[in-house]
């Protein structure tokens, strides 16, 4: 349930009528507030989530797979309008994915939050999307 509500969200930024840099900006924003809100507020959440990751992993990489398959063309959108260099939008969108994914995964997030020696999730977001330029 959950993480077809992360798909559905991150498949309606996909589709705005946006720049790619923006439409990957706010996905990154909406999945770190979803997970802060959704999976990290609720204790009993949280805890079938890291079961979830724990034993589904399957089921966990077939998102992850889709979620880059919508970064990859947003990625591509953004490489037709000049806005990314010239680049192969799958392997893209899983570096993209790699450098935001302290922002996304559940574990990842609850682990950093009281951190003071951590990038924050702007200074993240747009390191990643200087590296697509």
Same mark, same amino acid.
């Not at 570096?95 to 702007?122: E, Y």
């Given at each position: 349930?959950?993480?077809?509500?992360?798909?559905?969200?991150?498949?309606?930024?996909?589709?705005?009528?946006?720049?790619?840099?923006?439409?990957?900006?706010?996905?990154?924003?909406?999945?770190?507030?979803?997970?802060?809100?959704?999976?990290?507020?609720?204790?009993?959440?949280?805890?079938?989530?890291?079961?979830?990751?724990?034993?589904?992993?399957?089921?966990?990489?077939?998102?992850?797979?889709?979620?880059?398959?919508?970064?990859?063309?947003?990625?591509?959108?953004?490489?037709?309008?000049?806005?990314?260099? #010239?680049?192969?939008?799958?392997?893209?969108?899983?570096?993209?994915?790699?450098?935001?994914?302290?922002?996304?995964?559940?574990?990842?997030?609850?682990?950093?939050?009281? #951190?003071?020696?951590?990038?924050?999730?702007?200074?993240?977001?747009?390191?990643?999307?200087?590296?697509? #330029?």
């Amino acid at each position: 349930r959950m993480l077809g509500a992360s798909y559905a969200m991150a498949y309606e930024i996909s589709r705005l009528p946006i720049s790619a840099e923006e439409r990957l900006r706010r996905y990154v924003h909406a999945q770190y507030k979803m997970t802060l809100e959704v999976m990290l507020d609720d204790q009993k959440v949280h805890e079938m989530v890291i079961v979830a990751l724990e034993r589904d992993w399957g089921v966990i990489d077939k998102h992850v797979d889709r979620i880059h398959d919508l970064l990859a063309d947003v990625i591509r959108d953004g490489i037709e309008a000049g806005e990314f260099r #010239k680049q192969d939008p799958v392997i893209a969108s899983r570096c993209f994915g790699a450098s935001t994914v302290i922002l996304c995964h559940p574990q990842m997030v609850a682990q950093c939050l009281a #951190k003071t020696n951590r990038a924050m999730p702007d200074d993240l977001i747009d390191y990643a999307i200087r590296a697509l #330029k």
